[in-house]
């Protein structure tokens, strides 16, 4: 029997990477492109799935099923090839796949607007460290904790409500955190927000509510994390817990397991620079609190907005959670797929921050707007002394600096 094909646009992004693996995992015929090579293609290409470089139609000729993101183009030559011609394949989103594998079988899905990708690497390292054979599809990587791998035990998952797809899964497990309304583009209010978790939750076999845990009794030598960090670990507790693991094999691995952060979770890429996805005002709270711990001097953050939907929607949120900065460098939105909207440009940030910070209650703060990202990096660059801090935020480009 020929094997079905499956054909990921954009594979090189972390969340379809992760899902290839599955997929091939499963016993599919796996091809992905992406615009250019990186360390994940080259990784996936390790792994037997086959990746070209470059979008063109001729990628999705012979094959059963493409699966695609939002944020891929609707002008993709292959999206249009898709839909052209005589043979189309099956259209499918990467969150529905991902929320179909998860629901058919023994699965825990973390989901939650903040600390996804940090909590469910805990519970699927720690897991692992307990002597479970876990397979795993995570929006991060963490030093040799790739974005996915395969076992024969359970499966732990990041669900993304970012497009409506968690209310398909129906898993065994589902640890939910904090909830805060984000993704304006997709959700119109706050209400149709939290509307999309508490479908997850209705059919989910077991909830786990991580803002309502308590402490870890008998497991507190964690005093180092931050605390948005000790949640992210009480939920790997708990899950470990469930599953009927012992309390002092988890206290005897959990050290190891959360003295590592996945991937630009506050991490340090030179002396006194660290760089963090935060993109929504709380995250930036968080990630600004924790540089201010270790700043001796200016602490001068570089923030790029990501998507002018956020922008626009959380924007007062957004300049107030700079209140621990010394200096807020603001770069161009990053457009991910949307146009341009009223209200949403970097510049209405700007000038909701200097209203705010130019009083003298909040000390005239310096707060810039830079033409690009790499602007800013020589405006930081030039500027730092001994002891100052310069923390790089958000989910766009600005991690190239």
């Known amino acids: 029997m020929t094997k079905k094909r499956i054909h990921l646009i954009g594979v090189g992004g972390v969340g379809m990477a992760g899902l290839a693996v599955l997929l091939k995992s499963r016993g599919y015929e796996v091809s992905g492109c992406d615009v250019k090579g990186s360390p994940r293609t080259r990784w996936l290409e390790a792994q037997g799935i086959r990746v070209s470089i470059g979008h063109s139609p001729e990628h999705v000729q012979d094959v059963d099923e493409v699966i695609y993101t939002p944020a891929v183009s609707k002008d993709n030559p292959e999206l249009l090839a898709c839909c052209s011609g005589l043979r189309r394949p099956r259209l499918r989103c990467r969150g529905e796949v991902l929320a179909e594998i998860a629901s058919a079988g023994d699965c825990i899905a973390v989901c939650g607007s903040h600390g996804k990708t940090t909590t469910a690497t805990w519970i699927a390292r720690l897991l692992k460290a307990l002597g479970e054979d876990v397979s795993w599809c995570i929006g991060g990587e963490t030093g040799a904790f790739p974005v996915a791998g395969v076992g024969r035990g359970p499966l732990v998952v990041e669900a993304d409500e970012s497009d409506g797809t968690l209310a398909l899964y129906k898993v065994r497990t589902l640890v939910v955190n904090k909830c805060e309304y984000d993704h304006p583009d997709h959700f119109k209010s706050e209400a149709d927000y939290l509307a999309c978790y508490e479908t997850a939750k209705r059919q989910a076999a077991e909830v786990i509510d991580a803002e309502g845990l308590g402490g870890f009794g008998g497991l507190e030598g964690l005093e180092g994390l931050a605390p948005h960090n000790r949640k992210n670990a009480r939920a790997a507790v708990e899950v470990a817990l469930r599953r009927g693991h012992a309390r002092a094999a988890i206290a005897a691995a959990l050290p190891a397991i959360v003295a590592e952060l996945p991937d630009r979770r506050f ?37 790029q907005p990501h998507r002018y939907s956020r922008t626009k929607a959380l924007v007062g949120d957004f300049a107030a959670s700079f209140a621990e900065a010394d200096e807020v460098v603001l770069c161009p939105t990053y457009a991910a797929f949307e146009q341009p909207i009223e209200g949403g440009d970097v510049a209405d940030l700007y000038r909701v921050c200097r209203e705010l910070f130019n009083t003298e209650a909040q000390g005239h703060r310096g707060v810039f707007l830079a033409r690009s990202c790499e602007e800013a990096w020589e405006h930081a660059h030039n500027s730092m002394k001994p002891g100052d801090v310069t923390l790089l935020l958000g989910a766009g480009d600005i991690i190239r600096l």
Do not use: N, W
């Not at 991490?267 to 996805?277: C, F, P, S």
């Not at 709270?285 to 602490?299: K, N, P, Y």
């Open 267 to 303: 991490q340090k890429i030179a002396e006194g620079v660290y760089t963090d996805y935060a993109h929504h005002p709380s995250e930036l709270v968080c990630a600004i609190g924790m540089a201010r711990q270790v700043c001796r001097g200016t602490l001068r953050v570089l923030f």
